[in-house]
């Protein structure tokens, strides 16, 4: 029997300013009611550009032979319109978990809507487990 789809719901923040701010924990006015929408979940936030950027470090202190994406994500976090982007956006992780059921994804993603109408939000994605509806990691050129 095959497992059950597991889900991450992601967001970009519209302001720079905002997102460093959430990245550190530091709540502003604007940020109240995404981070009340957290709370309500036992939902952190996770900037990309952080994961990415640990990601590395861990592949450069344990060898990056063991890790397949090293230097796609070294590239990635190096490229300043990249880096741009991704010091924007967050991914949602649930009780600790990365990924979680679709309720939860599900209730997070309607609770946040609202958020993405009223300019906070400038992209709100639900994504799942299922490799065929998901980016494959990229190729090296030889």
Same mark, same amino acid.
């Given at each position: 029997?095959?497992?059950?789809?597991?889900? *991450?719901?992601?967001? +970009?923040?519209?302001?720079?300013?905002? &997102?460093? %701010?959430?990245? #550190? !924990?530091?709540?502003?006015?604007? @940020?109240?009611?995404?981070?009340?929408?957290?709370?309500?979940?036992?939902?952190?936030? *996770?900037?990309?550009? +952080?994961?990415?950027?640990?990601?590395? &470090?861990? %592949?450069?202190? #344990? !060898?990056?032979?063991?890790?397949? @994406?090293?230097?796609?994500?070294?590239?990635?976090?190096?490229?300043?319109?990249?880096?741009e982007k991704y010091l924007k956006s967050f991914a949602l992780h649930v009780?600790?978990?990365?990924?979680?059921?679709?309720?939860?994804?599900?209730?997070?993603?309607?609770?946040?809507?609202?958020?993405?109408?009223?300019?906070?939000?400038?992209?709100?994605?639900?994504?799942?487990?299922?490799?065929?509806?998901?980016?494959?990691?990229?190729?090296?050129?030889?």
């Open positions: 029997m095959t497992a059950p789809l597991q889900y *991450q719901v992601r967001f +970009d923040l519209v302001d720079a300013q905002r &997102a460093e %701010a959430l990245a #550190h !924990g530091q709540v502003e006015p604007a @940020l109240a009611p995404l981070v009340a929408v957290l709370a309500r979940y036992s939902a952190v936030a *996770q900037r990309q550009y +952080d994961a990415f950027a640990e990601y590395v &470090a861990a %592949a450069e202190q #344990h !060898g990056v032979e063991k890790f397949p @994406l090293y230097a796609w994500t070294k590239a990635t976090i190096e490229n300043p319109v990249k880096k009780d600790r978990r990365e990924v979680y059921d679709k309720a939860a994804a599900d209730a997070l993603e309607a609770e946040l809507k609202p958020l993405a109408k009223a300019g906070v939000i400038s992209r709100l994605m639900k994504y799942d487990t299922d490799p065929a509806h998901n980016p494959h990691p990229p190729r090296e050129r030889e």
